[in-house]
């Protein structure tokens, strides 16, 4: 017997409305990083399976733990390309942690330092538009000390 929706049941949450660019822009970037750290936690992964290095559990156990942590980015995404308020905070640790890893990115001599500016200016710019009014709005965040809307 499967459960009809009734007038008494509220229906799921919607909408209300479009998802600011803003937002769209932040969802994307937080899925590319999170698609990255994927990407690379895979890549990792089968270097330490099929090549030679030096600890083979350890670049098993790196790899399995950065498609682990590819999760929290990949789910913060997909909230907040359904506006869901809870998505935000997610977003938000990722680019406070994307910011030391760019940092010691721009610290190397190698090709490592195109990625740490990308990393940083992604990181940047999607914490902007997490805290732009039109995301807060949306995401339906009110600032600290403010009155709900009676409407």
Do not use: C, N
């Not at 350890?58 to 308020?85: D, E, K, M, N, Y």
């Not at 805290?131 to 403010?146: F, Y």
Request: hydrophobic share 50%; aromatic share 4%; no cysteine.
């Amino acid at each position: 017997m499967t459960k009809q929706q009734t007038p008494e049941t509220p229906a799921p949450e919607e909408t209300a409305g479009p998802r600011p660019r803003r937002l769209t822009y932040a969802a994307v970037l937080t899925a590319l990083e999170g698609l990255g750290l994927a990407v690379g936690g895979v890549w990792v992964l089968v270097l330490g399976l099929t090549g030679d290095p030096d600890d083979r559990g350890q670049a098993v156990t790196l790899g399995i733990t950065l498609v682990v942590l590819a999760l929290l980015p990949l789910l913060a995404a997909r909230g907040l390309f359904a506006l869901r308020s809870w998505s935000r905070g997610p977003s938000v640790i990722t680019q406070i942690l994307a910011l030391p890893v760019a940092y010691s990115l721009l610290q190397a001599d190698s090709i490592a330092i195109p990625v740490g500016i990308a990393l940083a200016a992604a990181a940047i710019a999607t914490l902007v538009f997490l805290v732009s009014p039109s995301t807060t709005q949306a995401l339906g965040i009110r600032r600290p000390g403010a009155e709900p809307d009676e409407s």
